[in-house]
């Protein structure tokens, strides 16, 4: 395992692969310069989808805002057989012991109000943002004030929840200060199921959404972003075709502190509006909804944590196995394989003041490039 704390090649990535996990593949990504204008540098960081339907949007509201927070940042590896170690099992000579590497990093010092504090001003931000960069900008007092706004929250997830992902890998999603999370792509996560139902009813979050943006006649804005402190690469768990052994694991981190996210907007004019059960139904084709989302992250080179500490405890180590590279024994009692697991932890200490600014400051620069990039897709 290798530990970095430089500013290293960073995964391109989507935020649904995020919540999927860790990356495992990585390019070099450009360098944010939180000095320069978001006009300048949103080509390097900012890629569109459905870009053509920002035609005419001028009246903006942000309908829903959420920041999701890494605590914990985990990743797996192992060793495996290929088609020359089945061939020798195969013939009786061969007995193989395989081993799994897992590593976690867990953030610690910044508390959850603090991750509050962050959020709120992320959000606030995001609407002066899209103000700077041309759009009128409905209040967000006005659109909180409206019945479908308040029922929209009424059906959503509270804030904050946890989202779990693979190898340990943990999230803390939140919302601005005393509203839940309504995005559908975190309740269809967290709770489909119980949206389905609410969808038969015309009672879902996404349904009063879009009786909110006819009745105020505003094109919807969703923002999401990721505030990640370390990113973590694995080698895989099996060789490519499967044709030859896998006989190392290695997970790789990288310890600096990120924003990835998107913003989508809801168009008024590709809206389509119809009568369900006496009841009135909006929506906008997904592939309608210009969406602007970060190629590459935003990377801070200021320092924000004081140390790493290697927190593995007594049981992991017991349950750790003795190498993580492939051993071979000897071939006495015929073929058989097994596998252990190794598993290390480390704690990030944060510095809780660091933390903070330097995660508004990306929070800004990725809300301003992608402002800055929708603005001139009207054009």
Known sequence: MNISTGNKAVPVITLAALMAGCATGAIEAPAYDAK???????????EAENEKYMAGVDKVGVLSCNVMFGVNSGAS????????????RATGTTRRSDVKVTVTYAAKGVSEAQMQDIANQACNSAEAQLADAGFQVVPHATIKATPHYQAMHAEGRESPFEYKGSAGTRYLVVGRDGETISDPRYIGTASGLGQA???????????????????????????????????????????????????????????????????????????????????????????????????????TASTFYSSIEDVTTTTDKLTSGITKTLGFLSAMGGTSSSTATDITRYQVNLIPAAYESESQNLSRGLMGMAAAKAASARQ
């Open 197 to 299: 139902f609410k969808a038969a009813g015309g009672s879902s979050a996404q349904q009063h959404e879009g009786r909110l943006i006819k009745d105020l006649g505003l094109t919807g804005v969703n923002v999401n972003i990721l505030i990640d402190f370390a990113q973590l690469e694995s080698d895989g768990h099996s060789s490519f075709g499967g044709f030859a052994n896998k006989d190392s694991a290695s997970v790789d981190a990288t310890i600096q502190l990120t924003a990835r996210g998107d913003v989508r907007f809801q168009p008024l004019t590709e809206q389509k509006c119809w009568s369900r059960f006496g009841k009135e139904e909006c929506m906008i084709k997904p592939n309608h909804m210009p969406v602007f989302s970060t190629s590459n992250a935003l990377v």
């Open 77 to 88: 590896a192992s060793t495996s057989g290929g088609f020359r170690s089945d061939a020798a």
């Open 36 to 46: 320069a204008s978001a006009a300048s540098q949103a080509e390097r960081f900012i």
